[in-house]
Antibody
Framework: EVLLVESGGGLVKPGGSLRLSCAAS????????MSWVRQAPGKGLEWVGR??????????DYAAPVKGRFTISRDDSRNTLSLQMNSLKTEDTAVYYC???????????WGQGTLVTVSS | QSVLTQPPSASGTPGQRVTISCSGS????????VNWYQQLPGTAPKLLIY???QRPSGVPDRFSGSKSGTSASLAISGLQSEDEAEYFC???????????FGGGTKLTVL
């Protein structure tokens, strides 16, 4: 069974940092492109960024609102995707989903999500 | 403000056919394929349609997608109560160099 499980969410003050993790199983993680997508409370979906597989160059791309503050990384030996979030703002409050990126806006499957709340 | 535009709500009665629209531009829908997601209350999104009109394994053929120019549509025929969910469209945007989503359409089964 293909499974993605996020962890690491929580409450953090503006300007603070948080690191999210996503444990993958049931598929060839090292060959997969992986993305983070977030959803603010009661709002729509927003792509955060993605990392390609090392065989495809390992390129990492970010959405404009998080570029320079967030860092995506992958550990293929542990089948783990990470999202390091620095200089957090209140508008970063959202459920963060880990998902396999099939390219061109197609994502499947999705993890259950982890809630990040940025508030003083 | 989402890059792709969807109506905020839609509704239908059991057995009816409902369509949800998604409007974009030349940099996204017109030049790239469209994908649709279903998000049941309190759960993660699920890929419903990819590459404009392809259904992943396990998705009933009651769900279908189409695209024309800068717009796309999701059609649900034989509406069922379990179809009550939020639906999102998505496409790659060549100008933004990333995927963009619609704001979502909340479907109510009356």
């Amino acid at each position: 069974e293909v499974l993605l499980v996020e962890s690491g969410g929580g409450l953090v003050k503006p300007g603070g940092s948080l690191r999210l993790s996503c444990a993958a199983s049931g598929f060839s993680f090292s060959y997969a492109w992986m993305s983070w997508v977030r959803q603010a409370p009661g709002k729509g979906l927003e792509w955060v960024g993605r990392v390609k597989s090392k065989t495809d160059g390992g390129t990492i791309d970010y959405a404009a609102p998080v570029k320079g503050r967030f860092t995506i990384s992958r550990d293929d030996s542990r089948n783990t995707l990470s999202l390091q979030m620095n200089s957090l703002k209140t508008e970063d409050t959202a459920v963060y989903y880990c998902t396999q990126d099939l390219n061109y806006g197609a994502f499947d499957p999705w993890g259950q999500g982890t809630l990040v709340t940025v508030s003083s | 403000q989402s890059v792709l535009t969807q109506p905020p709500s839609a509704s239908g009665t059991p057995g009816q056919r409902v369509t949800i629209s998604c409007s974009g531009s030349s940099s996204n829908i017109e030049s790239n394929s469209v994908n649709w997601y279903q998000q049941l209350p309190g759960t993660a999104p699920k890929l419903l349609i990819y590459s404009n009109n392809q259904r992943p394994s396990g998705v009933p053929d009651r769900f279908s997608g189409s695209k024309s120019g800068t717009s796309a549509s999701l059609a649900i025929s034989g509406l069922q109560s379990e179809d009550e969910a939020e639906y999102f469209c998505a496409a790659w945007d060549d100008s933004l160099n990333g995927p963009v989503f619609g704001g979502g359409t909340k479907l109510t089964v009356l």
